[in-house]
């Protein structure tokens, strides 16, 4: 029984296109994030969401929109995707004092 | 502003060795956590062991270990008697007080090889 799901897991789509990725969780966390992970393998925190109200919001382009439809899931919606949009993106959940996150199996973007 | 540092990109051990895979920060906060996480080549990220900065003892999870240095901002992992399937990027990460509005910033990551 899978924890964190994302769907999909490979990506493969042209320039210009808009994509959605969704995650589930079902650990009854309240807090859900996606990151990104480019080609160097280094990772960085896009969005948070606590109790499906978003609470981090770095410096994205605003091409990218989570929504939270309800506290187990989070999506991630990418308008005119460009190929710097190419990595892998992963979404993460959280709970506790020590907000340890436990992350999906992550999703293979690659923009031609 | 916080930053972590691991100075590391790539290991190489033999089998059943013991490893060090070093990470330092940098945060002017006093509350704070600190995470590694194991990435094997299949891609999945998977927590490892958590270290608070209140805590007293180094945190121990199975074979792994977290080095707590608080006056030298070091927070080195351990890994007892390793195995082949323990080759992998590790990543240090840091989180700042205890908000869930504070956000995780990760190192850049070691590349862990064990030869047989």
């Known amino acids: 029984d899978t924890a964190v799901s994302q769907t999909p897991k490979y990506l493969v789509t042209q320039m210009g296109n808009d994509k959605s990725i969704k995650c589930e969780q079902n650990?009854?966390?309240?807090?859900m994030y996606w990151y990104k992970q480019d080609s160097k393998k280094f990772l960085k925190i896009m969005f948070s969401?606590?109790?499906?109200?978003?609470?981090i919001n770095e410096t994205v382009p605003n091409r990218f929109s989570p929504k939270s439809p309800d506290k187990a899931h989070l999506n991630l919606h990418i308008n005119s995707l460009e190929l710097g949009d190419s990595a892998v993106y992963f979404c993460?959940?959280?709970?506790?004092?020590?907000?340890?996150?436990?992350f999906g199996p992550g999703t293979r973007l690659t923009v031609l | 502003a916080q930053k972590i540092t691991q100075t590391q990109p790539g290991m190489f051990v033999q089998e059943k060795e013991a490893v060090t895979l070093d990470c330092t920060y940098d945060?002017?906060?006093?509350?704070?956590?600190l995470f590694w996480y194991k990435q094997p080549s299949s891609g999945e990220m998977i927590f490892l062991i958590y270290?608070?900065?209140?805590?007293?003892q180094n945190a121990t999870e199975g074979r792994y270990s977290l080095n707590f240095q608080k006056a030298r901002k070091s927070a080195n992992l351990v890994i007892s008697a390793s195995q082949l399937g323990d080759s992998a990027m590790y990543f240090c990460?840091?989180?700042?007080?205890?908000?869930?509005?504070?956000?995780?910033?990760f190192g850049s990551g070691t590349r862990l090889s064990i030869r047989p």
């Open positions: 945060t002017s906060d006093q509350s704070y956590g």
């Open positions: 270290q608070g900065s209140y805590d007293e």
């Open positions: 969401y606590n109790n499906k109200e978003l609470i």
């Open positions: 650990l009854g966390h309240d807090t």
């Open positions: 990460a840091m989180k700042k007080g205890y908000s869930s509005a504070s956000k995780i910033i």
């Open positions: 993460a959940t959280s709970a506790g004092s020590t907000d340890t996150q436990y």
